[in-house]
């Protein structure tokens, strides 16, 4: 059954427990472990415990110091989790600060997202900029490149790396919302998977079945099955056939 809800709009504390809906539009702390059907901060939010829900919004700033579970995760501000978090939908056009690992299903950064170890999802979208401080798996990995990005190693079947140009709005957690120039790279350790396509990525190794390397690059070593296609503006060292 289905808790209360409860609402701050002020300023206030509650404690943990099983609620319908958490609306916090104030400053509001949550002590102990919740679950709950959905969690909206539109305020200041802190939440002391592990947190469960079916659906997340954070529109202003939501700090959740331990792990997270919820069918849907959505941040338009400022949103950080110390621990892992185990999200099947992530939609992020703000900032989101993961410390921990993340598992899911489906992934879209039109913001900053921070992950401090691996990554793991069917579908990894990004028009925004990224730091995995791990490994990003996924089954698609789609990126076009707004800033800079980064990630130990990049794992799956496609991945496909594009450089963007023009004006971008972006959130840091640092420095808040800026406009910028949104001409992006990618530096990355190694990539791994069926079909690569690169454009503006620095990286130590790429494997691949077939793999283009396009303008922008420069790969210290190319591993490829199939085919190698390599533009006269990137920068190659190793060719190796397998």
């Known amino acids: 059954m289905e808790g209360q809800n409860i609402s701050i709009s002020g300023s206030g504390r509650v404690s943990g427990g099983e609620y319908g809906q958490v609306r916090i539009s104030g400053s509001g702390k949550v002590d102990g ?10 305020g200041s939010g802190r939440f002391q415990g592990e947190v469960k829900a079916k659906e997340i919004t954070v529109s202003g700033a939501g700090k959740f110091t331990a792990r997270v579970e919820a069918d849907v995760l959505v941040t ?4 950080g989790i110390d621990g892992d978090a185990e999200v099947k939908e992530l939609r992020s056009s703000g900032a989101q600060r993961i410390g921990g690992s ?3 299903h489906y992934v879209r950064v039109s913001g900053v997202l921070h992950v401090a170890r691996d990554l793991e999802t ?9 730091e995995i401080g791990g490994l990003l798996s996924a089954d698609r990995v789609e990126v076009k490149l707004v800033g800079d990005s980064r990630a130990r190693e990049i794992g799956g079947e496609n991945i ?13 957690l640092a420095r808040g919302f800026r406009f910028g120039l949104g001409i992006g790279t990618l530096t990355v350790g ?3 998977g069926d079909r690569v396509h690169l454009e503006a990525t620095t990286a130590d190794v790429v494997r691949g079945k077939t ?6 690059c420069r790969v210290g070593r190319v591993e490829y099955t199939e085919s190698l296609e ?10 190796i056939k397998r």
Do not use: N
């Open 33 to 42: 472990d919740v679950t709950a059907q959905e969690i909206r901060v539109s």
């Open 160 to 172: 496909d790396i594009r450089a963007s140009s023009g004006l971008s709005f972006g959130f840091s």
């Open 211 to 216: 793999v283009h390397i396009g303008p922008g």
């Open 76 to 79: 338009s501000g400022s949103c």
């Open 122 to 130: 069917d579908v990894f979208t990004s028009s925004g900029r990224f």
């Open 190 to 192: 190694e990539i791994e």
């Open 102 to 104: 993340f598992r899911g």
């Open 230 to 239: 390599v533009h006269p503006e990137a920068e190659v060292g190793e060719r």
